[in-house]
């Protein structure tokens, strides 16, 4: 994966849950995430994530453990680079500008 590449959405579950537990196997990841999903696919998940170096992996026993390359901080740049350049024009300031109305509406 790129740096300026986000991941699916399926794939950024994963991470989010290797990026809270840290080192992890598949039975572990497939428990902290939000929804259910088949062993095997949290698995193919992982290893897909894996080939592409976002994630590390090291044989334990019989089977994996996984934790995270990608750091939460570069996956949010990206989305937040993605973002302005969609919806803001590439505007940092209009953005900024918008943050600031919807606060006000919310206050």
Not at 39 to 54: E, K, N, Q, S
Not at 74 to 97: K, M, Q, T, W
Request: charged share 30%; aromatic share 6%.
């Amino acid at each position: 994966m790129s740096p300026r590449e986000l991941p699916p959405r399926l794939e950024l579950e994963c991470l989010k849950a290797l990026w809270e537990l840290g080192e992890a196997n598949v039975r572990d990841v497939q428990a902290a995430l939000a929804r259910t999903l088949a062993y095997t696919t949290v698995m193919t998940v992982l290893d897909r994530l894996a080939r592409r170096g976002c994630v590390e992996r090291r044989k334990v026993g019989r089977g994996f453990h996984y934790s995270a390359i990608l750091s939460r901080d570069s996956v949010r740049r990206v989305a937040l680079e993605d973002l302005i350049e969609c919806y803001f024009d590439g505007s940092h300031e209009s953005l900024r500008n918008y943050l600031h109305q919807a606060d006000k509406l919310d206050s």
